[in-house]
């Protein structure tokens, strides 16, 4: 069964610090790239950070670039986004997503999310 489970989120002040957790199984995760996503209240969902399969390559938003960054462990079966500097807009439900071709299928896996509130 293939499943992707976030942890980390939660509650912090503005300036503060979270690390999200993405738990992968039921498929081969170093085989896909890894993508965190967030979505706030009444907006669409958008890409927060990227890294490939291998995680020689990564990409941000530049809402977040040289505040968040993105990594993965594929011996763990783990992604990671550290989040430093938060700011009030920066809360969201984030989502772990995986994408990659199995087979002749391009394929997407997300999980259930994890809320972020950066407040005071």
């Known amino acids: 069964q293939v499943q992707l489970v976030e942890s980390g989120g939660g509650l912090v002040q503005p300036g503060g610090s979270l690390r999200l957790s993405c738990a992968a199984s039921?498929?081969?995760?170093?085989?896909?790239?890894m993508s965190w996503y967030r979505q706030a209240p009444g907006r669409e969902r958008e890409l927060v950070a990227s890294i490939t399969a291998t995680g020689g390559i990564t990409n941000s938003a530049d809402s977040v670039k040289g505040r968040f960054t993105i990594s993965r462990d594929n011996a763990k079966n783990t992604g990671n986004l550290q989040m430093n500097s938060l700011k009030p807009e920066d809360t969201a439900v984030y989502y772990c997503?995986?994408?990659?071709?199995?087979?002749?299928?391009?394929?997407?896996?997300w999980g259930q999310g994890t809320q972020v509130t950066v407040s005071s």
């Open positions: 997503n995986t994408a990659g071709w199995k087979g002749l299928r391009w394929t997407n896996y």
């Open positions: 039921g498929f081969t995760f170093s085989n896909y790239a």
